[in-house]
């Protein structure tokens, strides 16, 4: 048998009590983190067979009972932290921001996006195309007075469509079709009309995006990547995607055709421009890919016109159920601006009530359940130590239902945001938009349109249920996707003048 030389011999010997050392350093590590306490897990499966896969916040609301508003939940093999009510979600959204600050995994979301985008992506990336974002979109008038006419010219589309039904029932989906457009001006510089083909198709696959990425096989996926296998739903997800990028392209090149040297019109305009800056770099140093315009676009797309139109579809529905809260707003909407000139972002100082039940609407109709973040290092919070990539849950059904913090949580109150004079109450419990690092990047446009949108309709028509219907039967129960819609209905609109 050869003998190997002495200084071969030492180095595989040093090389061994290195890898040894690194392991028994790992495993005395990993002793050292403390997790908050939950519910026993179940070898593979975790804590998956006590959660209702489709309430996930009831569950998770339920277990807060026994565990503490800060407990540790086993999705399969994975260790996650709940965050439940406003105390545990401030302290750790807000005043430990960095911390929290990283967007979770969802590979139904991730089998598309790719870390790319403003919303499902993390690292140096994310930072900058979100930088990038808000200035750009600021820079076409977010929140300002370029946008604010755009989206008074849109009410008066939607309310002619509105009208067009000439007192007879039409479906909930009417009130999706204005806000696409404010984004769609953003982003490409055009407004669709309603019956515009490619403005059809966009809305389509959106919905079909939703309902397919909030079912309940793709949650199971989400939390059982090997699902994938075995599982129709990521690949149709897919295949929509692709079927929307091929859209999007198309606008894209017409873009690229019409820009600009030194300036932009649109979004898609600037990130053209800078992507052209970017061609002498090597492609790993490249951030505003193809790539990154699609994701970012999509991510718009769905923060823009997905989470408003389904608020606006909830606040007809409330409106038809509390005929009485409607015509508060009607009758403060006459009393201060009157029927004819349509209402503008500074009414919301002088249209308390109104600001306050749209505040409500988002507080009741609480759209999203929770979006994944994930610890970016090791932290420790509340006396427990959470290991660098430890999935974390902010529950925002808890915070906007906590019972601590709202007086009447489980019903649609818009006292909840009036003080004893009637003045708006600003309430750091509203977290609709979420807080901290990862708030939605849009929430002043979506402020705007929810404001303007709904005064505007409130304005022009009463909302009925159709004939035969009783208020009492209108169902306030969701319809749980990846976003909370109202369930389908119809509703009858009559002109007010």
């Known amino acids: 048998m050869a003998i190997l030389p002495e200084s071969v011999t030492l180095f595989l010997i ?39 896969i489709v ?32 105390e545990a979600n401030q302290e750790a959204l807000v005043k430990a921001n960095y911390d929290f600050g990283s967007r979770g995994e969802l590979a139904v979301f991730d089998d598309f996006q790719h870390n790319h985008g403003v919303i499902f992506s993390n690292g140096e990336g ?14 076409l008038g ?26 007879k029932p039409f479906e909930k989906q009417v009130f999706y079709n204005a806000p696409p457009n404010i984004t769609f001006s953003m982003l490409f510089g055009r407004r669709f009309d309603y019956d515009n083909p490619t403005f059809k198709k966009m809305i389509i696959i ?19 990547p090997i699902l994938k296998h075995f599982l129709k739903t990521p690949g149709r997800v897919l295949k929509r995607i692709d079927e929307l990028n091929e859209v999007l392209l198309e606008l894209f090149k017409q873009a690229q055709e019409s820009k600009c040297e030194d300036s932009f019109r649109t979004y898609s305009e600037a990130f053209l421009q800078k992507q052209e800056r970017e061609k002498t770099l090597e492609d790993k140093e490249k951030i505003f890919t193809e790539k990154n315009m699609l ?39 006459e009393d201060v601006i009157g029927l004819e000139r349509p209402p503008r972002w500074d009414d919301q100082k002088v249209l308390p009530y ?30 427990y130590t959470i290991p660098r990539g430890t999935p974390v849950v902010p529950l925002f059904t808890s915070i906007l239902y906590d019972e601590t913090k709202w007086e009447s949580p489980r019903e649609f109150n818009p006292n909840h945001f009036l003080d004893a004079d009637g003045k708006f109450l ?51 129960t969701a319809d749980v996707f990846f976003i909370m819609r109202p369930k389908s209905y119809h509703v009858v609109a009559t002109p007010r003048i």
């Not at 009590?17 to 070898?43: E, H, T």
């Open 426 to 476: 600003k309430r750091d419990e509203f977290f609709a938009f979420s807080k901290g690092r990862r708030v939605c990047a849009g929430e002043s446009l979506a402020r705007m349109e929810l404001f303007l949108f709904f005064t505007g309709m409130l304005q022009k028509f009463t909302f009925t249920p159709p004939p035969g219907v009783k208020r009492e039967s209108l169902d306030l």
């Open 14 to 52: 040093g090389t061994l009590v290195m890898m040894c050392m690194k392991i028994l350093m790992d495993q005395a590590k990993k002793k050292n983190y403390k997790f908050p306490p939950g519910p026993r897990p179940l070898p593979l499966i975790g804590n998956m067979h006590i959660l209702d």
């Open 126 to 139: 994310w930072k900058v195309t979100r930088r990038f974002t808000l200035s750009i979109l600021r820079d």
């Open 354 to 383: 109104c600001l306050a039940v749209v505040h409500e609407i988002q507080r009741f109709g609480n759209i999203i359940q929770y979006l994944a973040h994930v610890t970016p290092t090791d932290i420790s919070f509340r006396g």
């Open 206 to 224: 959106m919905d079909d995006v939703v309902k397919l990425t909030g079912n309940p096989s793709a949650k199971y996926y989400n939390v059982f």
């Open 55 to 86: 309430r996930q916040d009831y569950t998770f609301m339920e277990l807060a009972k026994k565990y503490g508003t800060f407990f540790t939940f086993h999705f399969g093999k994975v260790k996650a932290v709940v965050l439940v009510g406003y």
């Open 142 to 167: 977010m929140g300002k007075r370029p946008i604010e006419g755009r989206i008074i010219d849109e009410l008066q589309f939607l309310n002619a469509l509105i009208q067009s039904h000439n007192g």
């Open 295 to 333: 994701a970012s676009t999509f991510d718009l797309m769905l923060g823009g016109t997905e989470t408003t139109s389904t608020t606006l579809q909830w606040a007809i529905l409330l409106m038809m159920k509390y005929p009485h809260i409607q015509k508060k707003v009607q009758d403060e909407i």
